[in-house]
């Protein structure tokens, strides 16, 4: 099982607070997560070609076609608050 210091390090990288409680839990689990990547790295992989996606045999590209488009009116009338051609938000920074 993973240690509790080494739970509260990986805590701290989080920037997140634990107690005791869940310290233990989260050892338990992070054990249990180091203990499958170890099952895995037993998987012989040796003649499995690497996948760069699930389209392997070719691209699968779709023509591009310029399409109507909405005004600029129709989408500012979605907003709450507009200013002139502009959305207008409250402000979230001093």
Do not use: C, W
Request: glycine fraction near 4%.
């Amino acid at each position: 099982m993973i240690d509790k210091r080494s739970v509260e390090y990986v805590a701290n990288l989080a920037r997140i607070t634990i107690t005791e409680a869940q310290n233990d839990y989260l050892g338990e689990q992070l054990s249990k997560i180091i203990d499958y990547i170890d099952k895995l790295k037993e998987v012989d992989i040796e003649k499995v070609e690497p996948m760069r996606g699930l389209h392997t045999k070719r691209n699968v590209f779709r023509e591009d076609k310029a399409l109507e488009s909405y005004s600029k009116h129709d989408i500012l009338k979605n907003s709450p608050l507009t200013e002139g051609n502009y959305f207008k938000i409250p402000k979230v920074m001093e």
